[in-house]
């Protein structure tokens, strides 16, 4: 099969039966239906999606999550950045805290008709920003990064003296002061919906605080930036908000599943792989999805319930009862009961076929450079490229 | 700068200090020295040395690990064959138990001139095999994996009814047996010497028992393929075995450091990094390699010295006393020194540069598309491609 190497798939489409494993395989009615009910959701409180593409890195996803082919969106590296602008997004945030060595590959992008902003958190970053600014007859605008929960980045939200000076140093050295930032990464570390909602008002809180901070000292703000998959679901309220980005809820995944902030069934994402081996005595059904497959991604192992490598289906995509990856190498996953299950080892013979749930979908998908993309009658419709690299 | 899609570098090399972070650096005298060290190590058992190309995934790293340009290899998907097989490489054995449906994959390679044989565990998988062979009238070598030490597959090596039965399926049905394939995966355990030898011991008795029952059987065994980097470094002898396998230590790992099989200081490879921030109060340094660059390898968590997801050096490859990457998001690593540590965090500015040991070979080096090859002086002097996929 032809596929371009930075744009949509060509050529022929391989059935589900045919394709080699391991592979990616992306379940287009469960994403879209996940992208609908959060954009429903934002609509209800009157702030923009901006989706993260970090998890996605496809422009063919990116069309179904943004609200515009042009954007909002949020990219999490400058080959991001530089792909989706290729593909015609012209609104972006490039959500690390830029190092100045990177901004003449800012500066080539926005040259090339993208929007793309920065997010910073110092003085420092501040003065490089402006300088290059002032260098390139180019105003980059910046956000200023702000710690919601400590877990990152970030100025404190009530440090308003270096929120101020950054501030200033921005505008006065020539860029632009675009808003403020946040995103509550700590929520990953609750499972209680009243609990992510307080961490979702506490992200909403300090976001407010810290544009108040910028208003009073005669400063911009016009974009007060927060998010979270769990954060972005759970919200209660987001008055002064004016976006809120998730990107992994797209697809969802055992951890986010673990957290609540999407359903086992909602999962959109799945590696296929064949049975290559038994070793019956043990209970072990050996198949061709290793790590490398599924990414070292053990997240659900700090949760309450630990799913190993992930939760086995059969080819379909329905779960077989308490069956999952138990341990992986490199190139072999050892699939089986976890411990204390009731459930029968399901019969499973040598190349037959079945489709595990990933613990984290960022990291799984970026171990594959495609997606199989299924329709609703579980065929493949479509295979979509994705991009890697920084 | 130009890179062909599978092959070797061309055009421009960048300095060390060009170089866009996070990217992979490898360092080629510590790369050719630890090659050199396991050749005379294995020349001194008389037994062939058989690289694992797992870890490299690059045609110019097996060059310089392998006997000869067209080998022996081993690899670890069916992608990796068809690479080298492409880069003329002659000699492969493809590592993990065969599912029928990749046969034909199989023949393909075999067919332009590759001779790549097989392992498998299984009356089934024999069967596969030998039917393969006779409708394609291409005699596939295959390999019987049996078990060192329960870790995985293979056929516990007393099980002489079945080793023999799965010898005469494949030769009486066609195809060819070319011998035993052993890998004592459970020495990643062990940090002890004499432990380790032990294991080495358990892997070649193993295998010789297992060889022993298929001749007495009537059947060949030409090859005794046993391996690990473990083990291959600390087997005491080697009697009737005829190689040994081994692919991570060509470039070194901490988690190997943990082991014993490699000194910190033969470590290859690293990834080079920029600060992007700091949290003064929690003496945290925030740098643009995240698990992303880094992978999610957590290997070191399980040994005696947790190494956090890898070792901060500075830009020429020096270690900072006690300074480890603590945490880590997709594309943020959280630099911090080690709990207990008496240094001093060092002062590492805004775009400071800093290069990063990692846990795992094999994991990190999937994060990324390219090495960047330094030599003696530490100076970028080309770049070598590496593959992925399945």
């Known amino acids: 099969m032809a596929l371009s190497d930075e744009g ?86 490039y959500g690390v805290g830029i190092a100045p060595s990177k901004l003449d590959r800012v500066g080539a992008i926005r040259a090339a008709g993208a929007d793309l902003a920065l997010i910073l958190d110092s003085v420092a970053q501040a003065d490089a920003v402006a300088a290059w600014s002032r260098g390139h007859a180019d105003r980059l605008p910046a956000l200023i990064e702000v710690d919601a929960d400590g877990h990152r980045s970030g100025v404190a939200p009530g440090d308003g003296a270096l929120l101020a000076e950054i501030g200033r140093r921005l505008v006065e050295g020539g860029a632009e002061l675009r808003g403020v930032l946040l995103h509550a990464g700590d929520s990953y570390g609750l499972s209680d919906p009243g609990a992510i909602a307080r961490a979702a008002e506490a992200e909403r809180e300090a976001a407010v605080t810290a544009a108040g901070i910028l208003r009073a000292a005669g400063l911009p703000c016009p974009v007060v930036s927060v998010g979270s998959t769990p954060t972005a679901r759970f919200a209660q309220g987001l008055a002064g908000v004016t976006e809120v980005r998730a990107g992994v809820f797209m697809f969802g995944d055992l951890f986010q599943a673990g957290v609540g902030s999407v359903g086992i069934a909602d999962i959109a994402l799945s590696v296929l792989a064949s049975v290559i081996g038994h070793q019956r005595q043990k209970g072990w059904i050996i198949v061709d999805a290793g790590w490398m497959a599924l990414s070292r991604d053990r997240g659900t192992a700090r949760q309450a319930v630990d799913q190993g490598y992930g939760i086995v289906c059969d080819a379909t995509g329905r779960p077989y009862p308490d069956l999952i990856v138990a341990d992986a190498n490199q190139e072999h996953g050892i699939v089986a009961l976890r411990p204390g299950a009731t459930a029968a080892l399901p019969d499973l013979a040598l190349g037959a076929r079945i489709r595990i749930l990933p613990n984290h979908a960022c990291a799984t998908g970026a171990q594959h450079d495609r997606y199989h993309v299924l329709d609703g009658a579980g065929e493949v419709h479509a295979v979509w490229p994705r991009i890697r690299g920084w």
């Open 8 to 93: 949509t798939a060509t050529g022929r489409v391989p059935g589900i039966a045919d394709l080699d494993t391991p592979c990616l395989l992306l379940d287009e009615g469960r994403l879209t239906r996940n992208v609908a009910a959060m954009r429903a959701r934002l609509d209800g409180f009157g702030v923009a999606f901006r989706p993260h593409l970090k998890t996605a890195k496809s422009l063919d996803v990116a069309r179904l999550a943004m609200a515009s082919p042009a954007g909002p969106a949020m990219v999490s590296t400058l080959r991001e950045a530089e792909y989706f602008a290729q593909g015609g997004v012209r609104d972006m945030i």
